[in-house]
């Protein structure tokens, strides 16, 4: 695709398509990438205990800085969102947040995420899911968050329990690790209200 038809579709689609908002918290603030982050997002996905959640992270600086561009592009057509995590009187982001739609118009969303381990337990995770999911309800019209969290993954899973998603299921062997099949839970949260709000269909013009 040409530079003048990506500059074509993100003027005619959302404003986020356009600019990507900050979402601002108390001890986080979220906001796009930047290619000044390639090397402390590196470093992050290097870490063992962050690495073995994850797909097979990028393995050189230059791969990191090729996918913030993609991130970039793919959020001007409307494709994918990805946020970076900055802890309150920090300058680097110590993680990030993606969403992927599972349904057109990011009615169904998977929610990806990982966070340096110096920032576990300190409420920096709970704040920023919860702004994501500020963002996906009410600027995105997200009606369900997904998330896949490995069953062998005992603080993840909890972190999940605690921010209200409901775990729906058990994905059988649905992520690989150190080359061997592993289960996932499958965790949702659902639009505050939209389970007990009738779904209206529009009446076609006649």
Not at 20 to 41: F, H, I, K, M, Y
Not at 123 to 140: D, N, P, Q
Not at 186 to 198: D, F
């Amino acid at each position: 695709m040409a530079v003048g038809e990506i500059d074509a579709a993100a003027s005619t689609g959302p404003r986020w398509c356009r600019d990507l908002p900050r979402l601002q918290g108390e001890r986080v603030r979220l906001r796009e990438l930047q290619t000044s982050d390639a090397p402390a997002l590196f470093r992050t996905v290097r870490i063992p205990e962050v690495a073995e959640k994850m797909w097979p992270p990028p393995e050189t600086l230059d791969a990191v800085e090729r996918f913030i561009e993609r991130t970039h592009v793919k959020r001007s057509l409307g494709q994918y969102i990805c946020f970076g995590v900055v802890p309150e009187g920090e300058t680097e982001i110590a993680g990030l947040f993606e969403l992927r739609p599972l349904q057109p118009r990011f009615f169904r969303i998977e929610l990806g995420y990982f966070i340096h381990p110096a920032w576990w337990g300190t409420g920096v995770f709970s704040e920023a899911a919860r702004l994501i999911c500020g963002f996906s309800f009410g600027v995105l019209g997200t009606q369900r968050i997904e998330m896949r969290v490995s069953v062998e993954n005992p603080r993840g899973n909890g972190a999940l329990r605690k921010l209200g998603a409901r775990r729906e299921g058990r994905l059988r062997a649905a992520f690989v690790h150190e080359g061997r099949y592993v289960d996932q839970y499958l965790w949702a949260i659902v639009n505050k209200g939209s389970e007990s709000r009738p779904h209206r269909r529009k009446e076609k013009a006649r």
